[in-house]
């Protein structure tokens, strides 16, 4: 595991101690790192709890969703009305994936519940046709015994570059 990964995460968990300069950091105890984890992660998950808690957001949201806008239009007219709640259009979605915001799902333009999966884009492997392999060579090409002979190391550059560049590389005997 990477140092700066242990580092972090020894920093983030560590337990406070107050003392009158301030406070500082004292030693890493698993138990409690592991409970502070938990308290990060359960809060992280409470989605849409700015919306639960003011009603008038939600009555200006579900209202904007009854006349079949979306969420990112209901979240830029709540800027450009200068309103004094605000809710981002992610936030919208979030809380409408929530169990208290699930019933307004019907009012959304698409009429869907769940995100759309996205289409993996995954490339065909294309086997070389007619291929022979290692097994199927002659004795004489293994053991260097007969002439002519050839080995040919194909080189294909890597996805990651994006060239699509090609070295054929070819050994006669």
């Known amino acids: 595991m990477n140092p700066s990964?242990?580092?972090?995460?020894?920093?983030?968990n560590r337990k406070?101690?107050?003392?009158?300069?301030?406070?500082?950091?004292?030693?890493?105890?698993a138990l409690l790192a592991n409970h502070k984890a938990y308290v990060r992660r359960?809060?992280?998950?409470?989605?849409?709890?700015?919306?639960?808690?003011?009603?008038a957001l939600q009555e200006y949201i579900v209202e904007k969703l009854k006349a079949y806008w979306s969420?990112?239009?209901?979240s830029g007219r709540m800027r450009k009305e200068r309103k004094p709640f605000y809710a981002s259009k992610t936030a919208i979605y979030e809380w409408l994936r929530t169990a208290r915001g699930a019933r307004n799902c019907k009012y959304l333009y698409s009429r869907r519940y769940r995100k759309k999966k996205r289409k993996e884009n995954k490339t065909k492997k294309a086997l070389i046709p007619s291929r022979r392999g290692l097994s199927q060579r002659p004795k004489g090409a293994t053991n260097r015994t007969r002439y002519g002979h050839f080995e040919e190391d194909?080189?294909?550059?890597?996805?990651?570059?994006?060239?699509?560049?090609?070295?054929a590389v070819l050994y006669f005997e």
Request: proline share 6%; no cysteine.
């Open 154 to 167: 194909p080189v294909v550059s890597g996805k990651k570059t994006g060239s699509k560049e090609a070295l």
């Open 42 to 55: 359960h809060d992280a998950k409470y989605q849409g709890k700015t919306i639960n808690e003011n009603d």
């Open 5 to 12: 990964t242990i580092s972090r995460e020894k920093k983030r």
């Open 16 to 29: 406070k101690i107050r003392a009158k300069g301030g406070t500082r950091l004292g030693p890493y105890l």
């Open 71 to 74: 969420p990112d239009a209901v």
